[in-house]
């Protein structure tokens, strides 16, 4: 197998533990690394063997780095000399909650390192590479970059515009309308109802606007599945959305689930990184409130369907 295809292989697995780190990390990025050897492995048919693994578990605690060579056996340490180690983003060169990894990677002395993408936080930025490299290891950056980046979309979208990651979701009829005739009506099936938990499990903050909050008393929790329910934040005249507040109290992304006049300023303001719509596509109604326009920008990323009901994600 060629390095480049070698170095993909153990990219994917750092890319699997880092998503291990998907509840606690935050608001740390999720981070998986991985430590590799050149000895014949007896698993697989590549001339090279994992001595230690690891990812961010919890923020404030050990990062990828740190975990992967706590993992690594004593008998193994002294190949750590002519190891390689992959991790998902490129490893901290500033003391945080924790010393830089940069500094552990250069004690340990491994002799190459293979970087996913380069971390946007402005602490780092490439001085972790740097380091290293001035230290005399072999960096390779951008292996598996897209998919690394868009592992922590929400983190580099945080610290680079000041604000969360915006999700505008709604459902709607076959026949494009949001309710019936102005009545709250079900256009989830049970299995979809679960999947929105799930993403309210993953995301931060959900927000609704004041005539959905009167009309339909939305509890905003996550009801059908494990995990945290977001922060529950209801806009009107009175308490109008503030994203800079948003940034300061660290809420990297946010689920926007509100009538058509919620999503639509949204939309208007180009204030959004994803948009999902669920269609029921048996179900229509005779008239009610219809569902927003797309924008005409916009792409398909992914399209699932749940029996009668069609999930499309689009960025």
Known sequence: MMIQNIDEFYMRRCLQLARNGRQNAKPNPMVGAVIVTNLKSQISNLNTRIIGEGYHARCGE???????????KAEDEPLLKEATMYVS?????????????ADLIIKKGVKRVVVGCIDEFAEVQGRGIKKLQDAGIDVTVGVLEEECRKLNRRFFTFHRLHRPYIILKWAQTANGFIDDNGRSISISSPFTQMLSHKLRAEEDAILVGRVTEEREHPQLTVRHWAGPSPKRLVVDRQHPLNLESLYHHNIQSLIVEGGRKTLEFFLAQDLWD?????????????????????PATVRVVSRHSYDDNLIIRYI
């Open 274 to 294: 994803e948009i999902r719509v669920e269609t029921n596509t048996v179900l229509t109604v005779t008239g009610g409130t219809r569902a927003p326009h797309l």
């Open 62 to 72: 050990g990062h990828a780095e740190v975990n992967a060579f706590a993992s690594v």
């Open 89 to 101: 983003l490129e490893p901290c060169s500033h003391f945080g909650k924790t010393p830089p990894c």
